[in-house]
C-alpha cells in the first residue's frame, strides 16, 4: 500500500484506495464542527451553544477515561488506545443531543419535514465518520460501536441534565452572571421565531425608515 497522509491533522490513507481518501476527510468532520461551535460562539454568543460545547468536552473526557481503562490497542493506526472511538462517540453525542433538542425543545421552530429531514442528515454524518474509522484501520468494529452507543447515552443524558436545569430556571441565573453579561451571552434558543429571519425584518424595516426620511 502507498500510505499516505493529511499531514495537518495526521490522518493515514491508502493513496491506492479512491474511498479511503474519501474517509480521511470524512475523519475530519469532528475537527469541522469544533470550528463552527468556535465561529457560532463568537458570532451569535448564545447559551445554548455554550452549554453543547461543554457537553461535547465532557463526552470526550469520558471518552479518554474510558480509553486509559480498557486499554485496547487500535487495529492498525493512531496514538493512544482505540476502545471506545472518540470520533463515533463524538459525533453520535452530537446526533442524539440536536435529534432530542428538534423533536421536544423546538418543534415550533421546524415542521416535521425539516426536524425528519435534519434527523436523517445527522444520522447519515454519524454512520460515515463511524464507518470511516473502520475503514482506515483506526478502530474495529466493535470499538466504533461502543463510541456510537457511548455516545447517544451520553447525549441522551445531556439533554435531560439541560431540560432539567433549564425548568429549574438555573440557566437564567447562569446567563446574568457578571462574567457572561460582559460578553454579551444571551440564551434565545427557546424563542418561537428564527435569528436569521427575525434579523432581516429588522434589517429590512431599518433599510424602509432609512428610505422614509431620504424621500421626506
Not at 447525549?155 to 460582559?182: E, H, K, T, W
Request: proline share 3%; net charge positive.
Amino acid at each position: 500500500m502507498a500510505i499516505r497522509s493529511l499531514e495537518l491533522f495526521e490522518v493515514y490513507y491508502d493513496d491506492s484506495d479512491a474511498l479511503a481518501m474519501v474517509c480521511a476527510f470524512a475523519s475530519l468532520i469532528p475537527q469541522i464542527i469544533l470550528i463552527v461551535y468556535a465561529t457560532l460562539i463568537f458570532s451569535r454568543r448564545e447559551m445554548e451553544t455554550l452549554m453543547l460545547l461543554g457537553g461535547q468536552v465532557a463526552c470526550e473526557v469520558a471518552n479518554n477515561i474510558l480509553k486509559r481503562a480498557i486499554k485496547q490497542d487500535r487495529p492498525r493506526y493512531g496514538p493512544g488506545y482505540g476502545m471506545p472511538s472518540a470520533h463515533a462517540q463524538f459525533v453520535a453525542f452530537l446526533a442524539t443531543y440536536l435529534c432530542l433538542w428538534m423533536f421536544f425543545r423546538m418543534r415550533q421552530l421546524y415542521s416535521p419535514v425539516k426536524r425528519v429531514a435534519r434527523s436523517v442528515g445527522l444520522v447519515a454524518m454519524t454512520l460515515v465518520v463511524s464507518y470511516s474509522r473502520v475503514h482506515l484501520y483506526y478502530h474495529t468494529p466493535a470499538q466504533v460501536l461502543a463510541g456510537v452507543a457511548l455516545g447517544c447515552v451520553l447525549g441522551l443524558a445531556y439533554f435531560l441534565f439541560v431540560s432539567l436545569i433549564r425548568d429549574l430556571g438555573l440557566v437564567d441565573l447562569i446567563v446574568d452572571l457578571p462574567i457572561l453579561r460582559a460578553f454579551y451571552v444571551k440564551d434565545t434558543s427557546g424563542d418561537s421565531g428564527s435569528f436569521v429571519k427575525d434579523e432581516f425584518l429588522r434589517w429590512r424595516d431599518k433599510r424602509m425608515k432609512a428610505r422614509l426620511i431620504k424621500v421626506e
